[in-house]
Structure formats: C-alpha cells, structure tokens
C-alpha cells in the first residue's frame, strides 16, 4: 500500500520558470502512472492568501515573522490536500515555493535590515519548528533548486511585462535586482549544505536551457 505523499518543492528566484517546471514535471508523473498534484504557495484564490496579497501590498513595515506567519498559515490551510494518502498509486505533490522559499527571502530581508548571523539562524529555527511542529505541515522530501542568475530572471521578467495584456508592471521585489542576487546566493547555498537540495543546472555555457531541457533535467533528480 502506498504510504504518505511525497513532497517536491520547486524552488528559484522570481522568474527562474518555477510554475512552468512544475505543470511539466506532474505532467510527465502522471503518464508513468504516478498520483501527482501541483500546488501554487501562496494560495492567491483562497483566504489567505487574499490576505496575504493585501499585506504585501502594503506600505507597512512587518517583521520577518509577521510575513512569515502568514505565510505559514496560508500552508496549513493545505495540509489536509498535502498529507492526503491515495491508497491505490503514490501519490506525489509538487509545490512551487514552500517554507523553504519563506526562509530563504525572510533571511535575506533581515540581513539587510541588520540582523545578525545568529539572528537570522534563529529565525530560521523559529520558522522551522512553527511550520512543522506547531501547525504540523509535512515536510519536503526533496527541493530542486532552478539556477538561473538574477540578470537573466530580470531580462525574462521584463518580456513577461511587455507580454501582459494586463499591463502589469513589474512589482518592487521583481525589479530589485540586489535583492533577488540575496536571495539567488542564498538558495544556492541552501542547495550546497542541504542534502535533500538539489541544483537544476539551467544555463548552459552562458545560456538559458529550453524549458523542455530543463524538464528533463529535472525529472532525472527526482527520487521517488
């Protein structure tokens, strides 16, 4: 009998092709037969994550812990979908973004805020035991990192932007380019010292792999 879901995160900086890798990775589980789901953090269509889009848009302050707590919620309203067990086939979940992403851009958001090195490792243990051992959400069983640089995600965001029959501009975190070079060194830290990380090597001397390509790169690291 299967046992419980196993989790993927797909993790990358803004416009690393996170959502594109995901719907091609569930899509190639389920013709080998797997039970395989995408999920989007956060989750813009339900309550929380309304709210959570009505916080970030706003001009107030918040700490580190009072964004990641409602991130944090907006995961547990998941958890029954993520633990559910289908007793006939594996079921597999893969998540674009998860609380690895919460740590990893939080811990930057600190640093440049002052915080200390133990600081924001304590944070780090914070979030941790409040996702895991307080609101129980499962843990990942493995995150693959999409390496592609700060300056090609920025090069891609601006075409998503002309693209946009919404004429969406580019948000403030898109368009900081220091911060998403923060945030990218960190994730590729997380993917050196992490053994359940593991890095998509998405350019090729120089240049961006097609999605097809990556795809295929990153079904060969998935274990299941």
């Not at 419980?4 to 899509?27: D, F, N």
């Not at 069983?141 to 700060?150: G, T």
């Not at 090597?201 to 295929?216: D, P």
Request: net charge positive; glycine share 4%.
């Amino acid at each position: 009998m299967p046992g419980r879901p196993y989790l993927i995160v797909i993790e990358g900086i803004s416009a690393a092709g996170k959502h594109t890798q995901a719907t091609l990775l569930q899509k190639t589980l389920v013709t080998e037969g797997y039970d395989a789901h995408l999920v989007s953090f956060p989750l813009y269509g339900e309550t929380t994550g309304a709210a959570l889009k009505l916080v970030l848009k706003s001009r107030h302050p918040f700490s580190a812990r009072e964004i990641s707590m409602l991130f944090a919620v907006d995961r547990f309203s998941a958890k029954k979908l993520l633990k559910h067990i289908n007793p006939k086939k594996q079921r597999v979940m893969i998540l674009d973004r998860y609380t690895t992403s919460a740590a990893a851009i939080q811990s930057v958001q600190m640093r440049r805020e002052g915080a200390s090195a133990s600081e924001v490792k304590e944070f780090t243990r914070w979030l941790e035991n409040l996702e895991y051992a307080v609101f129980k959400v499962p843990r990942e069983d493995q995150v693959l990192f999409l390496d592609v640089p700060p300056r090609e995600t920025l090069k891609l965001l601006k075409a998503r932007e002309r693209r946009d029959v919404h004429n969406r501009a580019l948000d403030n975190f898109e368009k900081n380019l220091t911060m998403q070079e923060e945030i990218y060194a960190t994730l590729q830290h997380f993917s050196q010292t992490k053994r359940h990380w593991k890095r998509i090597a998405c350019m090729r001397h120089g240049v961006l792999r097609s999605a097809q390509e990556i795809a295929k790169l990153v079904r060969r690291a998935v274990t299941l």
